[in-house]
């Protein structure tokens, strides 16, 4: 009866170390694959904001070539305006020789 009890005693020492072990395995291994998850996830991220970068970058460099067009056509139009104050002057002066 006493052998009989002391190898319950030892099974169940045994069962709760094997539980323990186990237990902080799995534990271990979910924690693993949870770091690598959480790498994965953070990548992501990061080359989505890398992209976005990028195509704000593009976006200013579009508007900074589109403000240099515009101040060139302002520039022209300036030009324009004065050639054409001074026909309207010369075409003034036509009419009223006539």
């Given at each position: 009866m006493l052998n009989e009890t002391i190898i319950v005693a030892?099974?169940?020492v045994?069962?709760?170390?094997c539980g323990i072990y186990f237990g902080y395995s799995g534990y271990k291994r979910t924690?693993?694959?949870?770091?690598?998850q959480e790498g994965k996830e953070s990548a992501t991220l990061f080359s989505d904001i890398g992209y976005i970068k990028s195509g704000?970058?593009?976006l200013k460099r579009k508007q900074e070539k589109s403000d240099e067009r515009h101040i060139e056509i302002i520039t022209r139009?300036?030009?324009v305006e004065a050639s054409t104050?001074?026909?309207?002057?010369?075409i003034d002066e036509i009419i009223e020789k006539e």
């Open positions: 030892v099974i169940g045994i069962g709760t170390i924690e693993r694959k949870d770091n690598q704000i970058d593009d139009l300036t030009s104050k001074q026909a309207h002057k010369r």
